[in-house]
């Protein structure tokens, strides 16, 4: 068996220890939900800071919550999130609100945003270690909105909500356990894991500059779209239930001895070139050409 290397390990560690975060979370919504009516608080947090093209940007996203991120043309990063609490009392989304949010770490090059709350027992230590014990699980969202510069590289993780990342042309890394996703891809590299939901592929130019895709799903549904007479290399997959279906027509074989099957495309567009991968574990992919914008 093939040895899996450092980055692969570690983003299958940093997966893993989301999981476990998410599952653990889930558990204490499903108790307190079965014996306690809660109510519900919605706060906004808001931050901006000057972040130059060509920097990264990591989000560590909370284990419920949607995350959208746009380009845009001024060199600066705009965060607005909404926190969606829920407690027995007041008082007790008082308390909430005081340690659940974002925090920033800025470096060189380099911003970490690191969504907090009661899910994260180390941060609970260093800022509130009497926090009380009943208030540790109970359930919290965050949705962001984030604008960022179009040039600039992401690291995006993420539990449980929709994702949608549009008009950044960089190195872009997603793994989210449960999503329906969306990626407009304008430019870059992007290789994104996505575990249970759906993923929407589109790219729209066919003069698009991208080094490389390589997206994964492991149960749903993909659907690609592709523009008319774009130069790729196209390699589709699903391992074990579901089917590759193809309606784009400009997908032909890379080499004659290569046959289209419905679990398995390997083909070119055009003159070739740029690599594209898309693999299903369990459910459909679906490779259509994309409407006119």
Known sequence: MASHSAPQLKIMRSAFRFAVIFTLFSLS????????????????????????????LSLTGAPQGSVRIDGWNQNKVQIDAVVELNAPTEADLDMLSTVTGFVLEESLGKT??????????????????????????????????????????????????????????????????????????????????????????NILDRSWRGRLADISLTTGTMNVNLPPNLNAEIDASVLRQGKVENTYADLKPKSRKDTFTEKLIAAKSGNGGVPLKFTVGDGNLNIASAAKP
């Open 29 to 56: 919504f499903v108790s307190f939900a079965s014996g306690q009516v809660l109510m519900k608080r919605t706060t906004y947090k808001s931050d901006s800071f000057a972040f130059g093209a060509g920097g990264t």
């Open 112 to 201: 970490l945003i690191t969504s907090v709350g009661t899910h994260d027992k180390s941060y609970l230590k260093r800022v509130a270690k009497k926090f009380p014990k009943q208030l540790r699980g109970l359930p919290f969202r965050i949705d962001y909105v984030i604008k960022v510069p179009r040039y600039c590289d992401l690291l995006i993780d993420g539990g449980k909500g929709d994702l949608r990342i549009s008009g950044v042309d960089g190195v872009i890394k997603v793994n989210f356990l449960d999503s329906n996703a969306r990626f407009d891809l304008i430019g870059g590299a992007v290789m994104a894991t996505v575990g249970d939901g759906t993923v929407d592929v």
